[in-house]
């Protein structure tokens, strides 16, 4: 079991930027496929970017080209980094662990970009 923990959630104008951060309590982070997905109301929960253990990314359509996701194997954290932000990003963001048929989910952080 893999506890993961989100924070950097917030309200920010149309246009604007945030940073989300994951941190996950694992001796073995660097084997995760490691992901953020989101959840707006109403709505089913979607996937948003993935990353893997050597730093390869993948992107939904709807955030590529405005999103970047990192990772930092050392501190056992990965990063959601939020440009050009659009009130349809409005949501709550989880972090993802995946590994050896294993899933953990993170608590969500919630996002909400608005004037």
């Known amino acids: 079991q893999v506890q993961l923990v989100e924070s950097g959630g917030g309200l920010v104008q149309p246009g604007g930027s945030l940073r989300l951060s994951c941190a996950a309590s694992?001796?073995?982070?660097?084997?995760?496929?490691m992901g953020w997905y989101r959840q707006a109301p109403g709505k089913e929960r979607e996937w948003v970017a993935d990353?893997?253990?050597?730093?390869?990314?993948t992107y939904g359509d709807s955030v590529k080209g405005r999103f970047t996701m990192s990772r930092d194997n050392a501190k056992k954290m990965v990063y959601l980094q939020m440009n050009s932000l659009r009130p349809e990003d409005t949501a709550v963001y989880f972090c993802?662990?995946?590994?050896?048929?294993?899933?953990?989910w993170g608590q969500g952080t919630l996002v909400t970009v608005s004037s």
């Open positions: 990353i893997t253990g050597g730093g390869a990314t």
């Open positions: 993802n662990a995946r590994a050896s048929g294993t899933t953990n």
């Open positions: 694992t001796s073995f982070f660097s084997i995760y496929i």
